[in-house]
Nanobody
Framework: QVQLVESGGGLVQAGGSLRLSCAAS????????MTWHRQAPGKQRELVAT???????DYADSVRGRFTISNDNAKNTVSLQMNSLKPEDTGIYYC?????????????????WGQGTQVTVSS
């Protein structure tokens, strides 16, 4: 069974940095694509960053140039480095696994979510 565990959230002052990690487990050989989303209080969940095997990445305009998504295939962990944080980056951050290969080499598509990690940026 696929499980995603996020870590790295916390409280930081504006201008600071945080690094979020999402560790995927459950007979996973490698990650095909994963996204990070966030949800601010009273707002809809929004897509923040995407990574696809082979190195393709994409970002929401609001975080482009400040956030970097990366994949450590050896650890099946996708990280989100967040620099120059702003109060409007505050929210719960979720990772979302879209497809992967299991240890037999079979590819799977799905919609797996982590439990979320809180990021609070103070002004």
């Amino acid at each position: 069974q696929v499980q995603l565990v996020e870590s790295g959230g916390g409280l930081v002052q504006a201008g600071g940095s945080l690094r979020l990690s999402c560790a995927a487990s459950g007979n996973i050989l490698d990650i095909g694509s994963m996204t990070w989303h966030r949800q601010a209080p009273g707002k809809q969940r929004e897509l923040v960053a995407t990574i696809v095997s082979g190195g393709f990445t994409d970002y929401a305009d609001s975080v482009r140039g400040r956030f970097t998504i990366s994949n450590d295939n050896a650890k099946n962990t996708v990280s989100l480095q967040m620099n120059s944080l702003k109060p409007e980056d505050t929210g719960i951050y979720y990772c979302n696994l879209l497809n992967y290969r299991d240890t037999s080499g079979t590819s799977y598509s799905g919609d797996f979510w982590g439990q979320g990690t809180q990021v609070t940026v103070s002004s």
